[in-house]
């Protein structure tokens, strides 16, 4: 599974989202089915505030993600049924929190603190 979703069309206090799905199906080394599926989704923007392009491309994508996750989760399980194949669920999307922000000693300047365990190496 691959997706991506992207402003598409911003004008007047709306933006409009485009939300890509990409599945693949792999049997041995060879592709045996595969789905694009697409979301437009339009959002309805308040406030006097002015957004950078960076918040507004965030925006898309985690919202974008989220909004139409569940739709793709339907529209995929109903494919498949109808294929012929056992009907596949999608699991619930969740997304995964990023870490807190700390300020480092000597410079003042925040970095990131990460929570992850560190790889095992392999012998």
Known sequence: MDNDCEVV?????????????????????AQAAQATI??????????????????????????????????????????????GFLPYTLPVFHFVPKPPQKKGPEDGVATTQSTAPSPKEST
């Open 38 to 83: 697409k979301y437009l989704l339009d959002y309805d923007l308040r406030g006097n505030e002015p957004l950078a392009e960076d918040d507004i491309a965030e925006f898309a994508f985690a919202n974008g993600t989220l909004h139409s996750w569940p739709f793709v989760r339907e529209f995929l399980y109903g494919l498949t049924a109808k294929m």
């Open 9 to 29: 069309g911003r004008h007047n206090g709306s933006l409009r989202v485009a939300c890509n799905y990409r599945f693949t199906v792999q049997v041995a080394e």
